[in-house]
């Protein structure tokens, strides 16, 4: 295993040399919001950016700095919590992807891990194809359905994950220092008949900012999820820019 390729870290010829040899660019997208009191605000951040390191290390494909914001309109008013526009994080998309492509870039790698950046990946993604020769796909925990219910005991709150024994078993696996397990709940909040129907929000309904139940976490889980997560996004890393 390699080390990661971190540009931020590289000067212009050695970005340049990185590009010639594998031109294939990872940009982390994440969001600064609550996951509950035993977890920090940088989850979605620290588990795309994660990811993406270990992506860079086995391919040799440039890491980008990670994206910190997102639209996190939910949790609005719980103290750390920064949200811009879902147009914004398109146009920050848009605007990373043209810029890497004038340098040589073939093939982006949108990692996301943040649910409501989904959408704006997909948007960005259509629009760039008609802008841009240049491969965009995005990845957002693949299969995680199946993976999540092969090494998680918990069920999900309506298919949501948060702050749950998913989460919290991954930042176990990539940033323990940062995981108070003392502080872990369960919580699976009643769902309001007009919830996705109304502005109802997220941060109306759970009491810890827990959906699913942390307490039941460990660092094995996460470990393991983790594995198969980076497996398969290699695999569909190849088949988007075989080498």
């Not at 970005?15 to 996951?35: D, N, R, S």
């Not at 359905?145 to 078993?169: D, L, Q, V």
């Not at 502005?199 to 699913?212: A, E, H, P, Q």
Request: glycine share 6%.
């Amino acid at each position: 295993m390699g080390q990661a390729k971190e540009i931020l870290n590289m000067t212009r010829d050695e970005v340049a040399a990185a590009v010639k040899e594998y031109p294939v660019a990872i940009l982390p997208l994440g969001a600064t919001e609550q996951h509950g009191h035993h977890l920090p605000l940088g989850v979605d951040v620290y588990l795309a950016e994660g990811i993406s390191r270990k992506l860079s290390e086995q391919t040799g494909a440039l890491l980008l700095p990670s994206m910190p914001f997102g639209y996190s309109w939910v949790w609005r008013n719980i103290p750390g919590t920064v949200s811009i526009q879902q147009h914004h994080v398109e146009s920050i998309i848009k605007d990373v992807a043209h810029s890497v492509a004038r340098y040589g870039t073939k093939l982006l790698i949108l990692v996301n891990g943040h649910d409501a950046n989904n959408s704006s990946m997909k948007y960005a993604t259509r629009e760039l194809m008609d802008e841009l020769d240049m491969t965009v796909i995005y990845l957002f925990y693949p299969n995680m359905e199946k993976i999540r219910n092969e090494y998680c005991a918990s069920p999900t709150w309506y298919g949501m994950i948060h702050a749950c024994e998913f989460e919290t078993s991954l930042m176990l696996a990539l940033k323990p220092e940062l995981v108070d397990m003392k502080k872990a709940v369960r919580e699976f909040p009643e769902k309001p008949d007009l919830y996705g129907m109304s502005t109802i929000s997220l941060g109306d309904l759970s009491k810890s900012g827990v959906f699913g139940d942390a307490t039941i976490a460990s660092k094995e889980k996460g470990e393991r999820m983790l594995e198969v997560f980076v497996n398969d996004m290699k695999e569909l890393i190849k088949e988007a820019y075989p080498d």
